[in-house]
């Protein structure tokens, strides 16, 4: 009866159900002797297709004949565009971007561990749960919602054959290789210092972005009675990395106040000198998704729907903070 009700309120507390604000235009301004068609054509707009959905979104801004004014900004349809994506496996690279919310932002994801070594260990109804596999599934999941967004996306840590998953079960294997296409080392260190060379040189390539930010992602391994909500780190100089931990912290605290009500979110966001932190460029946080010893903490990533509300409120929390930083 009491494992009824636990996985009830998990069910009920990782809803997959989110709202972001979209954005679906952007903007263009009309030159000396434009008319409609012009105008649209400039802006690799059909006039035949979206000229009702302009006139609708730009209501109010025309002439009182209902023409176009020359040096005004009118709010142009948003170039829909699908992408294919093969990473995020057969069923899933095709990406549409849904609205720009997060355009011009360049996030690095990092599942962590991965290779020779899989990170914690877990079991569940007789099942070896490792960490590497379920931090990289959900990598995936954020990094398609992202791209969604309009968001460049790098993924650090990659895996050939595993795409996102549906399984509650995922089968442990060792074949992920560090961006571009490396072996990952077995010994600690010279892991860690390979991907954050990756992203280093990642983040030089990106510099024009002005908003680029790094999300390591983790499991933790503590006794089975210890259940643990999600919790953060940032780099203890890093202002920007800081106001990204508590965005996501918030958005959590939202997310529990929605779906669970009587239990209160009790997830950190602290300081603290991890190698990944501290080595590489781009403002970052490092989150820990929970326990993967703890039962109620392991339904969190061994249901999918679960694994998928999990990307999209870290996610929500991202597009929130890029939006904030936007309006400094």
């Known amino acids: 009866m009491y494992r009824y009700i636990f996985l009830l309120l998990a069910v009920l507390l990782f809803s997959p159900i989110t709202t972001i604000a979209q954005q679906n235009y952007e903007w263009g301004t009309v030159k000396n002797g434009e008319g409609f068609n012009s105008f649209l054509l400039r802006n690799h707009i059909s006039p035949v297709k979206d000229l009702a959905?302009?006139?609708a979104l730009n209501k109010g801004r025309?002439?009182?004949?209902?023409?176009?004014?020359?040096?005004?900004?009118y709010k142009l349809p948003l170039r829909y565009s699908m992408h294919k994506f093969p990473i995020l496996g057969s069923k899933h690279e095709s990406v549409k971007q849904i609205d720009n919310s997060m355009s011009g932002a360049v996030i690095h994801l990092v599942a962590g561990h991965g290779g020779p070594d899989p990170g914690a260990v877990g079991k569940i109804s007789g099942h070896k749960?490792?960490?590497?596999?379920?931090?990289?599934?959900?990598?995936?999941?954020?990094?398609?919602?992202?791209?969604?967004h309009g968001a460049k996306v790098h993924f650090i840590i990659q895996d050939p054959n595993d795409g996102?998953?549906?399984?509650?079960?995922?089968?442990?294997?060792?074949?992920?290789?560090c961006y571009p296409s490396q072996v990952i080392p077995r010994k600690h260190t010279p892991r860690l210092r390979q991907r954050a060379a990756a992203i280093n040189i990642l983040a030089r390539k990106e510099a024009k972005s002005?908003?680029?930010?790094?999300?390591?992602?983790?499991?933790?391994?503590?006794?089975k009675k210890n259940r643990t909500d999600v919790y953060?780190?940032?780099?203890?100089?890093?202002?920007?990395?800081k106001s990204l931990a508590y965005a996501l912290q918030q958005k959590m605290k939202d997310k529990y106040a929605?779906?669970?009500?009587?239990?209160?979110?009790?997830?950190?966001?602290?300081?603290?000198?991890?190698?990944?932190?501290q080595t590489t460029t781009p403002p970052s946080v490092f989150v820990e998704l929970g326990n993967i010893n703890n039962y109620r903490d392991q339904l969190r990533f061994t249901k999918a729907d679960n694994r998928q509300a999990l990307a999209d409120w870290l996610c929500e929390g991202i597009i929130e903070n890029y939006q904030k930083e936007k309006k400094k």
């Open 53 to 55: 959905k302009f006139k």
């Open 62 to 73: 025309f002439t009182k004949n209902g023409q176009l004014i020359a040096g005004k900004k």
């Open 129 to 148: 749960i490792t960490e590497d596999e379920y931090a990289y599934d959900i990598v995936l999941r954020m990094g398609r919602e992202l791209i969604s």
């Open 164 to 177: 996102i998953r549906e399984a509650a079960y995922l089968k442990p294997d060792k074949d992920e290789r």
């Open 210 to 223: 002005t908003y680029q930010r790094l999300i390591v992602l983790h499991l933790d391994s503590r006794s």
């Open 232 to 241: 953060f780190y940032h780099h203890s100089v890093s202002k920007k990395g």
């Open 258 to 277: 929605r779906f669970q009500p009587n239990r209160e979110y009790t997830g950190t966001v602290g300081t603290r000198r991890l190698y990944m932190l």
